[in-house]
């Protein structure tokens, strides 16, 4: 058995510490793990995309097109882009903030609507949860916190076989002592949230 | 348990490290007592952790200001017995490679090891030249890791190799290597590392080995073949070379991908039904070892999977001819020449290899993927808010009214070649700036031209550019974006910040005082974030010969990172939508990313989470509709008052 995880989003968003949080807990439920992101030059403010792939035995580091169990899209555009990575069937959890690039405000492109992109998810059967990541965790107490909330929802879905206290622990071992609490609400509210997109 | 980005585990603990996590842990569990670099992606984060521990286990950990120059001092201290490691991108032997072949004949003390990594696909680089060539253009021994633990293992046993051999030897990871995370068993440190003992070595003079002239030279090529022989011998058995599987399929595999042709095999179901031969050191190749493979396979055929260039593919063909082996050897006939390998490619290759299928449907996904690409909108990187060099371009191009020539280089701030800033007209590799800008002073006569390059860059390969634009009477305007860092690798320090690598205070050296020195006819400083004032310094210094214009202020991640650490803030711009007309000059001449339009309302808006504080977008504002939000909620529209200007002093000296 094996766990692809893709994860994808703009630098600066957390992408990293989603794949941290996810990466160490397997690592510490004894699983082999290969995790890494990918991002061209300056990666801030670009698009990135990122993997955790764990199980008893793993290969490389990024998940091969069309074999990722399910994205955590930080960002509806960059859920999209990434999508290739997904199979047929597969699970979008999509936070449903959008942050229009700067060539959209500069008039160069059109933001895509959701119908478009629940049209382009229900082609390859894969399934969105789309979910206001960004409200929630400032509800937690921190913007910050999208990649928790995120990965929040992601436990609960049951895909992983993770239980919300492995991620606390995890939450323990990796964050700043006063950055615990916030976290474990922020894990919470993305773990009760209900989809607002589906 | 161990936190992660931590090296300094228990023995037999298995850590999550990455890549190059794992190649600093090896360097330390080598007892190597010196460490340099001048950082690059995908290398950097092997100094960056090496340098963190080093006063905890008395390593010496440098940045050195080029390449050429932080292999030397690691060479130094291979010559004074010392256990070395020097590292650096693919691209940064071009710039040590001078040092680099001659040492190749000099040979080493101390074990001492380069770790140069490849970047396929180039994910940071401006090519992905395969450093397998270098070693074996210099007859040095290159070992190719396959994943971070044995990126790990591959550097404890470089440095034996290279102290056995007498030659330097080259770990080669590749960017998927260096920045994978995995789960890595850590081995023992030395009791000098356990104890922070900083280790001496001894230089003894040896000039027939140290000097080398030319006679020297003469005798000590047939030394450096010799060398490679014997290196030849020892990796035969090389735990890093490897047969397994009993099939009648025959794969050779170099590198990394092992790790995807293990992958595809599994997910074609046909695991049982090949032998490889794992290749874990492509120069000098175990010929006998890959004989022995390929005479199991006589009347057929096998194949060769590697990355990139078709290095263990030619030496195997080579071996086939010279030694008469009846099989048939293929390689870049199936498997690309260009980009990073992944399983796909292998899935696919071996689909035409061998005729099959697998239950993927890679087309349709295509398909609809490229379907979905076109409509969405790019996200290229962007310089950050509050940039200080995003304000520098407007100036340049505004100041330059169309007739300017812009020679650029390598930096964040290559994102200016980019929309909306487009003030980049070439880009060739580090420091060429300056050698461009005076070949084109010399070659055309219709437009000035601006030599743009940051602060690393000028130390890096600028200084001596400079002096010979000086010395060649270029009419240029040199500008440095002197941002006091290493921005784009990872804020390594530099001399223009006034710390080392082991965050020590040291000299902090002035460029302007350097462009003065070397005489160029015009110098002035000016802060990066006054666009009144950058626009008349520009323009007096396009009335001299050289003339060098130095833009100063901390890159601004940096800065706000070491402000929310203090507790401190920065002022917040916001939009003042009756004044605003909607004209966009924000967004489509200056572009911060903090910026975004507001068609319903016709109207700029600035996020507040993302204004760090700079002003430029007020700066450029034709209408002074951006004002400062004063924490009483009262608004400040003059943004130039002497308290903003003394405010960015206070961040200019921060670092
Ligand atoms: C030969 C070589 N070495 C290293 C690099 C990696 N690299 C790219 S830009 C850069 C330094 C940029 O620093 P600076 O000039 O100060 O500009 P900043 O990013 O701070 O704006 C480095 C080290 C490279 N591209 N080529």
New interface residues.
């Given amino acids: 058995m094996e766990f692809n995880v893709v994860i994808s989003g703009v630098g600066g968003q957390g992408i990293l510490t989603a794949e941290h949080l996810l990466a160490q807990t397997a690592l510490r439920k004894g699983y082999k793990v290969r995790a890494g992101e990918i991002h061209g030059l300056a990666q801030r403010f670009g698009s990135v995309v990122a993997f955790v792939r764990f199980g008893e035995t793993v290969y490389g580091g990024s998940v091969p097109d069309g074999m990722g169990d399910l994205i955590l899209g930080f960002e509806p555009v960059e859920t999209m882009r990434y999508i290739n990575f997904v199979k047929d069937g597969g699970v979008a959890i999509v936070n449903t903030k959008k942050i229009p690039p700067v060539q959209v405000s500069m008039g160069l492109y059109e933001y895509p609507s959701w119908d478009e992109i629940k049209f382009w998810l229900s082609e390859r059967n894969i399934k969105l949860i789309g979910i206001p990541a960004e409200d929630l965790a400032l509800k937690a107490g921190s913007a910050l916190a999208v990649n928790t909330v995120m990965v929040g929802a992601a436990i609960k879905l049951g895909l992983l076989p993770f239980e919300p206290e492995d991620i606390k622990d995890t939450i323990k071992e990796i964050f700043p002592a006063k950055l615990h609490d916030l976290n474990f609400k922020a894990f919470d509210l993305g773990y009760e949230a209900e989809p607002e997109i589906a | ?1 161990a ?2 980005g931590t090296i300094l585990g228990e023995p037999g603990e ?1 850590l ?1 490290l ?1 890549g190059n996590e794992a190649i600093a842990r090896g360097v330390l569990e080598a007892d190597a007592a010196v460490a340099s670099t001048y950082p690059g992606t995908p290398s950097s984060e092997i100094l960056m952790v090496l340098s963190e521990v080093a006063p905890k286990v008395g390593l010496y950990a440098e940045y050195s200001t080029n390449e050429k120059v932080a292999f030397e001092v690691a060479l130094a201290a291979s010559w004074n017995g010392l256990r070395s490691v020097v590292t650096m991108k693919h691209v940064g032997l071009n710039v040590a490679a001078d040092s680099f072949m001659s040492a190749a004949y000099q040979g080493t003390k101390g074990g001492m090891v380069v770790v140069t990594a490849d970047d396929p696909s180039m ?2 680089s401006q090519n992905e030249q395969d450093n397998r060539m270098y070693a074996m253009f210099a007859n040095v021994p290159v070992l190719d890791p396959m ?1 971070p633990q044995e990126a790990l293992e591959m550097t404890k046993y470089a440095f034996q190799l290279s102290e056995e051999v007498g030659s330097l030897v080259m770990l080669r990871p590749t960017t ?1 290597v260096s ?5 890595v068993k850590i081995g023992d440190l030395p009791e000098n590392k356990k104890n922070a003992v900083r280790l001496w070595g001894h230089f003894e003079k040896n000039p027939e080995k140290y000097v080398v002239l030319p006679s020297r030279a003469r005798r000590m090529h047939p030394e450096v073949l010799e060398r490679i022989e014997k290196a030849r011998e020892i990796l035969e058995n090389a735990p890093f070379n490897w047969e397994e599987g009993s099939g009648e399929i025959g794969i050779i595999v170099s590198g ?1 991908s092992y ?2 042709l ?2 595809a095999l ?2 074609l179901g046909i695991e049982d039904k090949v032998s490889i031969l794992k290749i874990g050191t492509p120069f000098p190749l175990p010929l006998k070892k890959v004989e022995s493979f390929l005479r199991k396979f006589e009347g057929g055929k096998v194949l060769v999977i590697e990355e990139l260039e078709p290095i263990v593919e030619n030496q195997i063909k080579v071996l086939v001819y010279d030694k008469g082996i009846n099989v048939e050897i293929h390689g870049k006939d199936y498997i690309p020449r260009i980009y990073e390998m ?3 490619r292998i ?1 696919e290759a071996l689909e035409k290899y061998l005729g099959m299928k697998h239950d ?3 087309a349709a ?2 398909e ?2 490229k379907k ?2 076109e ?10 808010p509050a940039c200080p060099h995003r304000n520098t371009f407007y100036a340049i191009k505004r100041n330059a009214k169309g007739k300017g020539i812009y020679t650029g280089d390598i930096g ?1 701030y ?2 200016g070649a980019l ?2 800033l487009e003030t980049m007209d070439t880009i060739v590799s580090m420091g060429a700036s300056i050698g461009l800008g005076t070949g084109m002073a010399h070659a055309q006569k219709d437009k000035r031209v601006y030599a743009i390059i940051g602060d690393s860059t000028f130390f890096h390969t600028g200084l001596s550019a400079l002096a010979n634009a000086v010395y060649n009477k270029a009419p240029m305007t040199v500008v440095v974006l002197d941002n006091r860092i290493t ?2 690798t990872g804020h390594q320090p530099d001399p223009s910040t006034g710390l080392t690598a082991t965050m020590e205070p040291t000299k902090f050296i002035d460029i302007a005082e350097i462009a003065k020195a070397m005489g160029a006819d015009y110098v002035a400083v000016v802060d990066s974030y006054d666009i009144p004032e950058l626009l008349k310094v520009l323009e007096e210094a396009d009335k001299h010969q050289v003339a060098v214009v130095v833009s100063r202020q901390p890159c601004s ?1 940096l800065r706000t990172r070491i402000q929310r650490k203090k507790g401190e803030s920065w002022p917040l711009y916001q939009v003042d939508p009756d004044k605003c007309t909607g004209c ?1 000059v924000c ?2 001449a200056h ?1 911060c ?1 903090a ?3 507001d068609k319903e309302k016709n109207v700029a808006v600035i996020d507040e ?1 993302m204004c760090w504080g700079c002003s430029g977008c007020a700066q450029v504002c034709p209408f002074d509709a951006i004002y400062e939000k004063l924490p009483d909620g009262g608004r400040k529209y003059d943004v130039l008052d002497e308290e903003n200007k003394r405010r960015w002093q206070q961040w200019n000296s921060m670092l």
């Fill in positions: 348990m936190r992660i298995r999550l990455m994910w940071s994943d998927r920045h994978t995370r995995a789960d990394i790790v995807y293990k992958e599994h997910k992944t399983t796909r899935i993927v449907d890679f996904i295509d609809h993927f979905v690409s409509k969405l909108p790019p996200r290229p990187p962007t310089l950050c964040c290559s994102l929309k909306p921005a784009m991640l966009k967004i489509n572009g990313p910026i975004s339009f989470v």
